[in-house]
């Protein structure tokens, strides 16, 4: 089986669903997902029959949780590597269909970072979000990826999942803007979704790739990173903290930070 599964006009014509296929590791995105994702959206931004592209997980406990952290282990150089993975971010955030994240469950780490590149998202109460990575791996985001959480979610949310690695509930989220809407459980997130994707079809696709290019545009005005990132992220990626958070990760242990 496939780890990301493609199905077409399901919901209703001109509507892809992209499903994350490892319920096994909570959805976890491999660099093979990534980069099948990243050609997806390539293949993707030219075809017009499509109108809508919504995103969910399998597994009914996570839309996703964050990154398979073995591919880090031996990589030479892993702010290439998310840099790399950024480029998708971007693919998916300049597709001129409408992007719909349908989240039930965990949604962290990388999960979160595309949903948050995502139009819109909703998603079951029971649903959490965040980036715990000051207690588990001891990296850090690069600058695009936070400000388009804090674009989404708000400064105030996004401190809290960083600073004091704090998940967010999905009610508090919807009550912050970031969710379209906050529903029961799976069944009434098929239901939205239904209803959501059925709202998109009947709109002027005039109207949508034009306000997606100027939302896109004043995104790059605001988010864009500072000239000093990639040594920042260097220097991150590169020091005792990180090291320490994949050995403790693939362990099954509670990493032991540094204080410097």
Known sequence: ???????????????????????ERRNAFTKAMYGEMRE?????????SVRVVVLRGAG??????????????GNDDVV??????????????????????AIDGVCVGGGLAVATYCDLRVA?????????????LGNALSSPVLYRCAAVFGESLTREMLLASRLVGAE???????????????????????????????????????TKQQLRERAELTEHEPP?????????YGGPDFAEGVRAFLAKEKPAFGRS
């Open 1 to 23: 089986m496939t780890d990301l599964l493609l199905d077409r006009d399901r919901l209703a014509p001109g509507v892809l669903e992209v499903t994350f296929n490892r319920p």
């Open 40 to 48: 997806l959206w390539q293949q993707v931004r030219d075809d017009g």
């Open 60 to 73: 009914g406990k996570a839309f996703a949780a964050g990154n398979e952290i073995s591919d880090f282990v």
């Open 80 to 101: 290439e590597y998310e840099n790399w993975i950024r480029s998708m971010f971007d693919g998916l955030a300049a597709l001129p269909q409408v992007t719909v994240a």
């Open 124 to 136: 079951t109460a029971a649903s959490r979000f965040g980036y715990p990575i000051a207690r588990t």
């Open 172 to 210: 508090r989220a919807y009550g912050a803007g970031a969710l379209l809407a906050c529903v029961e459980d799976a069944a009434a997130l098929d239901a939205e979704v239904a209803s959501l994707v059925d709202g998109i079809a009947q709109a002027s696709p005039v109207t949508l790739r034009v």
């Open 228 to 236: 000093d990132e990639a040594q920042l992220l260097h220097e991150v």
